[in-house]
């Protein structure tokens, strides 16, 4: 019979996976299932709150990064099918209201916000929003298969021929965009001018349905495979060294059910397990 201390111990091991050979990723805690198909997620620039795209309540809701509680929200009121949302450093944020259209812009004063704009032009059903430090808004239309960008809000560039495009995450290098091109299974990364630099493809990575991503310091993409049930990171040199998730549904440390947002923070990573109505968090430790 095992003790107490070896079931631990094994516990800790079958949640813990090597990322490399000095990194891995612990399950931390999962919140309470409040939410409604949550998508995407980004932490205030302050760090107190995790705003989430709560997109069956039609809502951003605002969650309390530790404890994963909802302590507040807003949009629900002119919102519907909320599903992505950034956060710029003046404290503005752009909100993908998706079953209307449009990107909502909004100021942020700690869990209030207020509504002072909209973009809508050439884009149906946008999915993802990213506010370059170019100034320019980028909008991928996941109806219109395309993704546009917005300067002092007229189009000036449009890129088409995608398929259901989702995520838009600025590249490590402070330029560059990484985007989900969820219906053709790719990641592609473009140029501010929306150019295609690079494909990370769905031969060489297995994608099924990639939605949401994020990076870290070092280049290394974190992406939501929503179909096979997994987070995938992807190294600067293509390599993939971890994936969490089995390619099957379930619930509980290193298992998601059509996962989709992602947030990384330091050594702290955020997920939205949409499927099972809640946002889990982990931890990334670099050993020794």
């Known amino acids: 019979m095992l003790n107490i201390s070896t079931c631990m111990l094994l516990m800790f091991l079958l949640t813990t996976v090597p990322l490399q050979a000095d990194v ?6 999962a919140g309470p299932a409040e939410l409604s198909n949550p998508h995407d997620l980004k932490l205030s620039p302050d760090g107190r709150y995790l705003f989430v795209s709560d997109v069956g309540n039609n809502r951003v809701a605002i969650l309390d990064p530790d404890s994963l ?12 099918g909320t599903h992505d949302i950034d956060i710029d450093s003046a404290g503005r944020a752009y909100v993908a209201d998706t079953h209307n259209s449009r990107v909502t812009i909004y100021t942020i004063d700690a869990m209030h916000a207020k509504l002072i704009g909209e973009l809508s032009t050439r884009i149906r059903g946008p999915e993802g929003v990213l506010k370059h430090p170019n100034g320019r808004i980028y909008v991928a239309g996941a109806w219109s298969n395309n993704v546009v960008a917005y300067e002092n809000g007229k189009v000036v560039m449009e890129l088409k021929g ?3 495009p989702h995520d838009l995450e600025l590249a490590v290098d402070g330029e560059g965009i990484w985007l989900a091109d ?8 473009l140029s501010p001018d929306l150019v295609i630099k690079r494909e990370l493809s769905r031969e060489s990575y297995r994608f099924d349905g990639v939605r949401y991503m994020d990076i870290l310091a070092d280049g290394t993409l974190i992406a939501a495979d929503k179909n096979n049930h997994q987070i995938k990171f992807i190294s600067p040199d293509g390599s993939m060294p971890l994936v969490l998730g089995d390619g099957q549904p379930g619930r509980g440390p290193g298992k998601f059910t059509t996962p989709e947002g992602v947030e990384v923070s330091g050594k702290t990573l955020w997920l939205s397990d949409s499927g099972n109505n809640r946002v889990v968090r982990y931890r990334l430790n670099r050993l020794p």
Do not use: P
Not at 24 to 29: E, G, I
Not at 69 to 80: A, E, L, M, R, T
Not at 182 to 189: E, F, K, M, T, W
């Open 24 to 29: 891995t990723a612990t399950f931390v805690h």
């Open 69 to 80: 509680k909802v302590i507040g929200s807003f949009g629900s009121d002119h919102q519907s």
């Open 162 to 164: 995608l398929s259901a």
């Open 182 to 189: 969820a219906g053709n299974d790719r990641v592609l990364l």
